[in-house]
């Protein structure tokens, strides 16, 4: 879009030279399929994420939208890259970034065409489920020491009484309320100009010398354009 604007790599280089262009697309500009349109789940889909993410042998989308997301983070990476590089030269250059290259870059532990053996067990008890760190070997072992009838606490006691690491899985509610959550301030709350308490996911990022904190939500429309303008 931007080069059918007239703003290409070389004419932007042209009026700075110590300019930094992130160019992400689905392809790639240097790529069989240049200018070819993409979104996540084609993305996906050609790359070979979704023969790794796979239930009763179907292919799957991952839940969130991992090769936009992934795309973005790994862009962040490489404008990082590019800006130590132009402190220590003074030189800017384009970032040619692929979300394929990306999504296909995370199919890595499967490069080798192994199958990959079962790793763990997913356990249901009588108020949720259970993972269990266990062999393919230990499967059945973990699945006859606990089962529907047992609570998830109950279950991973068994399990680690039979020398099975095993953790309860979470529900997004309760990993809200979880002790590690807030113990982390992962989860906080604003109150707004009008009384209503916001609900804001926090920060992961943790820096000594700049503290992050989620202090207000995403605005209204037009709500800062009176201080904008």
Not at 49 to 56: E, L, P, Q, T, Y
Not at 179 to 190: D, I, V, Y
Request: net charge negative; glycine share 10%; charged share 20%.
């Amino acid at each position: 879009m931007l080069a059918k604007l007239g703003f290409t790599p070389a004419s932007m280089h042209e009026t700075n030279p110590k300019l930094i262009y992130c160019a992400v697309s689905g392809f790639g500009h240097d790529s069989a399929y240049a200018g070819r349109p993409a979104f996540d789940s084609v993305v996906q889909a050609m790359s070979g994420m979704m023969d790794v993410i796979r239930a009763g042998g179907m292919p799957l989308k991952s839940g969130p939208s991992s090769a936009d997301v992934m795309g973005g983070q790994l862009a962040v990476v490489a404008i990082l890259a590019a800006l130590e590089h132009r402190e220590r030269t003074g030189e800017g250059q384009t970032i040619d970034l692929a979300m394929h290259d990306v999504a296909a870059w995370l199919t890595q532990t499967r490069w080798n065409g192994a199958t990959p053996a079962v790793s763990g067990a997913t356990i249901r008890c009588s108020d949720g489920y259970v993972y269990a760190d266990a062999s393919a070997e230990d499967f059945e072992r973990a699945t006859a020491v606990a089962g529907e009838k047992l609570t998830r606490a109950q279950c991973q006691a068994v399990l680690e009484e039979h020398g099975i690491s095993a953790t309860a899985i979470n529900t997004v509610g309760e990993l809200v309320a979880h002790e590690q959550t807030l113990a982390r301030g992962l989860w906080t709350e604003c109150r707004l100009e009008d009384g209503k308490v916001f609900p804001l996911l926090g920060s992961p990022f943790r820096l000594s010398a700049m503290p992050t904190k989620a202090s207000r939500p995403m605005g209204v429309l037009n709500g800062d354009r009176a201080s904008i303008l």
